[in-house]
Nanobody, 121 residues
């Protein structure tokens, strides 16, 4: 079972940037897809970005061109660089590690505890 710990959330003004980190332990990190989800109050959790074990990335339309997902297998860590942040990006951001199926957009695996991102206008 993989354990995930997120960090890097906080309060930022619109137009600003944040970088989230997700560090994994208890599994073979390099073989797993890594993803970032977010959940705003009253809304369903949505997939924001995913990076496969081979480095292929996929993004939600709402964040394309602003967010970048990356991974450092030597550090067992995935990152989400968020630029040009908007108030609508405000949410709890969750990291996930496991198996991702791009054809069906299904992602099975372990969750982190989440980190709050708040963007003020």
């Amino acid at each position: 079972q993989v354990q995930l710990v997120e960090s890097g959330g906080g309060l930022v003004q619109a137009g600003g940037s944040l970088r989230l980190s997700c560090t994994a332990s208890g599994g073979i990190f390099s073989t797993k897809a890594m993803g970032w989800y977010r959940q705003a109050p009253g809304k369903q959790r949505e997939l924001v970005a995913v990076i496969t074990s081979g480095g292929i990335t996929n993004y939600a339309d709402s964040v394309k061109g602003r967010f970048t997902i990356s991974r450092d297998n030597a550090k067992n860590t995935a990152y989400l660089q968020m630029n040009s942040l908007k108030p609508e990006d405000t949410a709890v951001y969750y990291c996930k590690a496991g198996n991702y199926y791009s054809d069906s957009d299904r992602f099975f695996g372990s969750w982190g505890q989440g980190t709050q991102v708040t963007v003020s206008s």
